[in-house]
């Protein structure tokens, strides 16, 4: 069985603020790793994802994650917050099913202030 | 390019009441396809998904069911909501089992 843990459900940052989301995840085999955002009432985007190529993998809108294996996480980073990233963010996992098998987070809203 | 259709956007719904939620997809052939749930401070959580017309797979028991006419549409639905079905219910569909894409989703309020 796959679970991913956020830590935070908020996460306020100043605009211009390094931006640190955290995601801790389980699975039994080998995972994909996913970053997806969400704006209000509308559906996911994706960020960016790992899927067993290079760890330090680079997304949309200047976020990057890295994948750690010993540390089980996939946090999220990005250098400069911008007030448009303000937004929920979703961690989620994916076993290697031939199909997308996505469990998710509960989520982090990240707060942009100015 | 592949677009994802999900209607209706909104939706208020008195307990007891009937429910289908439909969601089609254009520009790919033989998606699977997914629906999820999400309802407040609780994530998303996978409802059902299918990898052909006709193939249904249930994640978790519930007051819904699923249906996949054609290739490229999903259905959900139930008989007779509960005040526990409200939620944002998202559509999504993949062709890897690296990137899945989703809809705008429905905001389903039972009253």
């Known amino acids: 069985a796959q679970s991913v843990t956020q830590l935070g459900s908020h996460v306020s940052v100043s605009e211009g603020a390094l931006v640190l989301l955290r995601c801790n995840y389980s699975?039994?085999?080998?995972?994909?790793l996913f970053w997806y955002v969400q704006y209000p009432n509308q559906g996911l985007q994706l960020l960016l994802k790992?899927?067993?190529?290079?760890?330090l993998v680079k997304g949309i809108n200047g976020f990057e994650a890295e994948f750690k294996k010993s540390e089980t996480s996939f946090h999220l980073t990005k250098p400069s917050a911008h007030m448009s990233d303000a937004a929920e963010y979703f961690c989620?996992?994916?076993?290697?099913?031939?199909?997308?098998?996505?469990?998710f987070g509960k989520g982090t809203m990240l707060l942009v202030s100015p | 390019s592949q677009t994802i259709h999900q209607w209706p956007a909104t939706l208020v719904q008195p307990v007891g009441s009937p429910l289908s939620l439909e969601c089609t997809v254009e520009?790919?052939?033989?998606?699977?396809l997914y629906w999820y749930r999400q309802a407040a401070g609780r994530g998303l959580q996978l409802l059902f998904y299918?990898?052909?017309?006709?193939?249904i797979s249930s994640e978790v028991p519930q007051n819904l069911s699923a249906s996949r006419p054609q290739d490229r549409q999903f259905i959900l639905s139930s008989k007779k909501l509960l005040l526990s079905d409200s939620g944002f219910y998202l559509c999504?569909?993949?062709?890897?089992?690296?990137?899945?894409?989703f809809g705008q989703g429905t905001r389903l309020t039972v009253v």
């Open positions: 999504a569909w993949s062709v890897t089992e690296t990137e899945a894409f």
């Open positions: 699975s039994s085999v080998p995972p994909y």
């Open positions: 790992y899927t067993s190529a290079a760890t």
């Open positions: 989620a996992v994916s076993e290697k099913k031939g199909y997308s098998t996505l469990t």
């Open positions: 520009g790919t052939s033989n998606p699977n």
């Open positions: 299918s990898v052909g017309i006709g193939q």
